[in-house]
């Protein structure tokens, strides 16, 4: 199996990208929170996977017009997707979990959405575990937040108070594709398993060219439409948008850096190349990269994909701009992978022109 993994950071400069909602004891009963991690370290601001992933798929719908985003919906006090894999995109990469509802209101409720948007039927539960997975998005340094008062005085009277808190950090987060996962469904009769019930079965048969994995209880949809899945994934990673408190704290939040490669393990390679140094900035440790390529050059089946804006820590980028160039004339003779340097959307770009002429990387 193979994985596209990688590590990314986001330059928050004054920002509040994930919010908790209003502090209990704070001087202002309105005052907003940012979320944290509480250490006897101090504070780390952090951005949870379920906002990362939110961004990510609003991005997608808006700047990706081959994406097919799957709809949405409600019954009651639950939500889902229409949990089919074969037609929408975002339950394949980002996986589902959709079961009948038996009571009526759920009856009514399916009843009304037909009338809205044509959904599949379901027949039994189904879930899918998502092939795209992301980490908690953690500032890098501990940093206390900065609380922020304001008044509404646009009105006649006393005005109205408010406070709300922002941070001044480095995010990073972790991100993993499963590439064999991507387009390939279980039919198996085993919880958390079953991604398909009898009538998605029937839907994945009647497509040209799906390979049966009968061994493994399991469809696979053609390589080529396996594949503009993932690409279409990643232009949206080359393109995100998002974030809490935007019109108050504007913060790009597409990745200042980003580091990955296509590996034959589901394990993290990169996750100890990027640290703090004591100042609280972001510091690329290359003896850690240098020894991550060593030790797993068995298992890395593609360049080393590494993206960085220029303007951005321009130091510490100089001296990597060294060390690729040293690693890479000695690469071949030593076995190691390439790394290929350049900002984050052409590193992005590269990836997904060269999914085209490695196909063998969903195998």
Excluded at 293 to 308: E, T
């Amino acid at each position: 199996m193979t994985f596209v993994t990688g590590l990314f950071l986001i330059d928050a400069p004054a920002s509040a990208l994930n919010n908790l909602g209003s502090i209990p004891g704070e001087r202002e009963e309105n005052t907003v929170g940012v979320k944290v991690i509480r250490t006897k370290a101090g504070y780390f601001p952090y951005v949870s996977a379920q906002a990362f992933r939110y961004w990510l798929r609003t991005t997608l719908e808006r700047r990706v017009p081959a994406w097919r985003s799957s709809p949405i919906f409600r019954e009651e006090k639950i939500a889902y997707t229409d949990a089919n894999p074969i037609r929408y995109w975002d339950d394949d990469l980002f996986g589902y979990m959709r079961a009948p509802g038996k009571g009526e209101t759920a009856k009514k409720s399916r009843e009304q959405m037909s009338l809205l948007e044509e959904s599949t039927p379901v027949t039994d539960t189904v879930t899918r575990a998502s092939p795209f997975r992301v980490s908690t998005l953690v500032s890098i340094a501990p940093v206390e937040p900065t609380s922020d008062f304001g008044v509404m005085s646009r009105h006649e009277g006393n005005p109205v108070p408010h406070e709300h808190q922002f941070y001044r950090t480095t995010l990073k987060g972790l991100f993993s594709l499963d590439l064999w996962a991507c387009g390939t469904f279980s039919y198996r009769n085993r919880t958390g398993f079953r991604n398909l019930d009898d009538e998605r079965v029937r839907l994945v048969k009647d497509m040209d060219g799906v390979e049966h994995l009968e061994s493994e209880k399991s469809y696979r949809l053609p390589k080529q439409e396996r594949l503009d899945r993932v690409k279409a994934l990643f232009a949206g990673m080359a393109q995100l948008e998002g974030g809490a408190k935007q019109a108050l704290h504007y913060t790009d939040v597409s990745p200042a850096l980003v580091i990955f490669a296509v590996t034959t393990g589901g394990n993290h390679i990169f996750h100890h190349t990027v640290g703090a140094q004591r100042n609280g900035l972001p510091e690329i440790k290359i003896d850690a990269l240098q020894e991550a390529l060593r030790v797993f050059a068995d298992g890395i089946r593609s360049p080393i994909y590494v993206g960085w804006v220029k303007g951005y820590l321009d130091e510490a980028r100089d001296a990597f701009e060294q060390f690729v160039a040293q690693h890479n004339e000695q690469a071949a003779s030593q076995g190691l992978p390439r790394i290929m340097l350049s900002h984050p959307r052409e590193a992005f770009a590269t990836f997904i022109q060269d999914c085209d002429t490695h196909s063998e990387w969903l195998d």
